[in-house]
């Protein structure tokens, strides 16, 4: 199974929606909304909000999201009637974006990744730009592509778009790092749907890869990026998956996500 | 006058709780369209006529029992967000009380204690943000004040109530800070905060229940509402 997400807002329309949103980009995961007062109008049900708990408690854990303040009430006041042992298994994040973090979150949650990492998937909905040590990673990525010296292939840019510069293990560490470029060639660009794909691919992979820049593992970080067709997308991986990540985004990008 | 306050006494409370949010509920609504959003007379009325059923249905043989009969009842319906906060408030004083079926003026005001702090707890406000906090903590200072002065219960209540109503007026000029309120920030002041406003009322009727058990209704606390 997977982490669950419980979806609590104010108005149940929202909660549902939210749900509902998520859900197409995490088919597999367990998503509960708890919107509105037990009688359908607005505000928060304590026993909605409790058995929503019990219904995303796949076993693996449950993340809760709130909309308004007192949706965090509410929520802590039915953790509070949790038996311990459950309740070490539910988290809320209450100050990041409903609906960016419920979708990063699912998206996260259908990689079949811990609740600490379903939490930090919700946390990457929080910041709207990259983090200041993503674009470092990418900066010290670009000698990558004209590796000094040691490359044994040099950079042989294939037929398509597709630029590819493996560079073999820096020596001791055998630390594997890779990069590559790519246009986006289908016209949505690099949209919710590829981005989600994208990160949800690469969370499994043993390697750090930016897209831009950015974590690419953050489907929320990517669409954020807001690339276009006829944009270019400059992967850069560090890690003994980096060449895996780096081929499956020049590819998927070559092949227009599908969407051709 | 009594020593001691018991379940029927607590009873009496919260059906005279019901009775004057019943009674106050357009005053409340109307505080709250002023600086929030317009439901907390409803949400209360709501919740505290859904604890009266629940207290008709069931018979709570301690203080404790119905403290927590109205969390839970609180909790579920009222909806926004004196729910939680008056919830929680009941929830600890039930906890603190225990399996008690007297409480003498320490418990009580331990009780009283536990719920502002449960209301801090929840909703992280301080004196001074506006809230039902500038009600509550008054109220708790002269509720221990009084007991350690030796007060009976009844005492101790009134202590509490009348700190509470002039904790509720003092929320008049402030700039909320917390809740829907603070979004209007500046433009806030003027208005009493209606969750300081309903706490003022619900101290108000805990005194009053106990004044009339302690006139020699006694047992028959409970039936008073």
Known sequence: ?260 | MADTLNAAWAEAWLRNSAAVVAEHRKELIDLDRAIGDADHGENLDRGFSAVVQKLDESNPETPGACFKLAAMTLMSKVGGAAGPLFGTAYLRAGTTVGESTELDSPLLAQALAAARDGIVARGKAEVGDKTMIDAWTPAVDAATEAAEAGAGPADVLEAAAVAAQQGAESTDPLVARKGRASYLAERSAGHRDPGAASSALLLRAAADAAAAAGNGAGEAGASGA
């Open chain 1, 1 to 260: 199974m997977s982490v669950g997400l419980l979806i609590i807002s104010h108005s149940a329309k929202i909660a549902e929606g939210v749900c509902e949103l998520a859900a197409q980009m995490a088919a597999d995961v367990v998503l509960v909304p708890a919107g509105g007062t037990d009688d359908g109008g607005i505000g928060t049900s304590f026993e909605k909000v409790q058995s929503g708990i019990e219904k995303a408690d796949t076993g693996d854990g449950v993340l809760i999201l709130t909309d308004l303040g007192s949706a965090v009430m509410t929520a802590e006041s039915a953790l509070e009637f949790l038996e311990d042992a459950q309740r070490n298994r539910v988290r809320m994040q209450p100050d990041v974006p409903l609906v960016e973090g419920a979708i990063a979150a699912a998206v996260a949650a259908q990689t079949g990744v811990t609740l600490e990492a379903v939490v930090q998937g919700a946390q990457s909905a929080q910041t709207g730009a990259p983090a200041g040590g993503t674009q470092g990673e990418a900066a010290s990525a670009e000698p990558a592509i004209a590796p000094s010296g040691s490359a044994e292939q040099p950079a042989e840019p294939s037929e398509s778009a597709i630029a590819l510069s493996p560079e073999p293990a820096g020596g001791a560490g055998g630390v594997e790092s890779a990069s590559g470029d790519v246009e986006l060639i289908n016209p949505m660009g690099l949209h919710a749907r590829p981005a989600a794909v994208t990160a949800q691919e690469l969370t499994g992979m043993d390697a750090d890869i930016t897209i831009n820049g950015v974590d690419a593992k953050s489907v929320m970080l990517l669409m954020t990026l807001g690339l276009k067709q006829g944009q270019t997308l400059h992967v850069a991986a560090t890690g003994p998956d980096a060449r895996k990540a780096v081929d499956f985004v020049t590819g998927q990008a070559a092949d227009g996500f599908g969407e051709l």
